[in-house]
């Protein structure tokens, strides 16, 4: 039987293997625990999902025809209202209903924006040394090549077709502050490199800096030029089934992104643009969650300091960014990752978001307040 060969071999082959796969083993002791696993190794949301949303979605179930890929108006208006109310955003040109589109989700979105805007092979992707690993993929799934650095001054006369910054950043909770901002920006623009800034931690900030978009005028000096911020819904209002996020910036950027997403048909269901707005017009579930957040981090953190833990930068973001340390010596992280897991605790291993995390595990307080009272008392318990 003759078989159809597939011009460049399989997609897959050039990913990297789903990092959590390798968790099993460990996700099997933990579940061995007498009182059941207490999974902290992924960002989750387990609180309700908002009843505005819920009855927004609702009303808007009879939805028989086609979206229109760059979404409803008020979508869109309900974007750029939440940016100027809850993030300072305003007053720069261009920052207008062409200048967003709202996505099928944040992954899908990051995933597949360096291929939609052109990159590929001969190109540069560089995202930061210690990165949520969906970067990694984007630029492996266009044929570009990806860089892992948190130095400008790594790259030579070839500047990166695109660069990622992610504040508050998902593995470590560190926000840049707004001087490093304005100086990646001008860095950029420089060389004709494409910014894209991941925003999706923005909301879920504790303590120190407050995270600033780069959307904002004191960033990028009143132009939008080459610049893109993506923003979710998933954490902010426990969206993360109904697959709500947007992306917004240089309305030309914007525009080559919609052009391709109107070919593939890449368009967010109506329903879910109706709870999308509802959510985003509402402050109030916001910071009810985010009290919520707040009492669970300090509870774990207080926990893991005193179980021999270290917990660096975690200043925002869903995580606490620790090393497990033993007379004075950090332990590797599938060493800490094995110790939590007898403890019917499962984390994530530094290392999945890149080599300078080996030393680390990623440690997620969005279980739910039984989960984490049971997670400190085994720490208590050592």
Not at 364 to 371: K, M, N, Q, S, V
């Amino acid at each position: 039987m003759n078989q159809r060969r597939r011009a460049g071999g399989p997609v897959s082959a050039r990913l990297p293997d789903f990092p959590w796969d390798k968790l099993t083993g460990y996700a099997a002791t933990a579940r061995a625990h007498p009182d059941g696993l207490v999974d902290l190794s992924v960002g989750t949301p387990v609180d309700p999902t908002p009843e505005v949303a819920q009855a927004a979605l609702a009303a808007a179930t009879d939805s028989p025809g086609y979206p229109v890929t760059i979404g409803l108006e008020r979508t869109r208006q309900a974007c750029l209202d939440w940016l100027e109310r809850r993030h300072g955003v305003s007053g720069v040109p261009g920052l207008g209903l062409d200048a967003v589109i709202p996505s099928i989700g944040s992954k899908e979105l990051v995933a597949t924006l360096p291929m939609h805007l052109g990159v590929g092979a001969g190109d540069v992707v560089a995202y930061p040394e210690l990165a949520y690993p969906t970067y990694e993929v984007g630029a492996a799934l266009c044929g570009a090549t990806g860089v892992a650095t948190d130095s400008l001054t790594s790259f030579g006369p070839e500047a990166p077709a695109l660069l990622w910054l992610n504040s508050p950043s998902n593995p470590t909770g560190r926000v840049l502050p707004p001087a490093h901002l304005r100086k990646v920006v001008e860095w950029c623009r420089e060389r004709g490199t494409v910014l894209v800034s991941d925003e999706c931690y923005i909301e879920c900030s504790w303590e120190g800096e407050r995270p600033v978009s780069v959307l904002h005028p004191d960033i990028n000096g009143g132009s939008l030029d080459g610049i893109l911020a993506v923003h979710s819904l998933s954490k902010r209002s426990n969206l993360a089934g109904y697959r709500c996020s947007f992306v917004a910036g240089d309305p030309a950027l914007v525009g080559e992104l919609l052009a391709v997403r109107k070919n593939l048909g890449l368009i967010m269901p109506g329903p879910m643009q109706h709870a999308m707005v509802a959510a985003l017009d509402d402050d109030a579930h916001a910071d009810e969650q985010h009290a919520r957040y707040a009492a669970r981090r300090a509870s774990l953190r207080a926990a893991l300091e005193g179980a021999g833990f270290r917990v660096d930068h975690s200043e925002s973001s869903l995580y606490l960014w620790s090393t497990r340390v033993v007379d004075g010596v950090e332990q590797d992280c599938w060493e800490t990752v094995a110790w939590l897991a007898e403890r019917g605790i499962l984390a994530a291993p530094g290392v999945f978001y890149g080599r300078a995390g080996a030393r680390h595990v990623r440690v997620a307080f969005t279980a739910t307040d039984e989960r984490v009272a049971a997670a400190v008392a085994r720490l208590a318990a050592g």
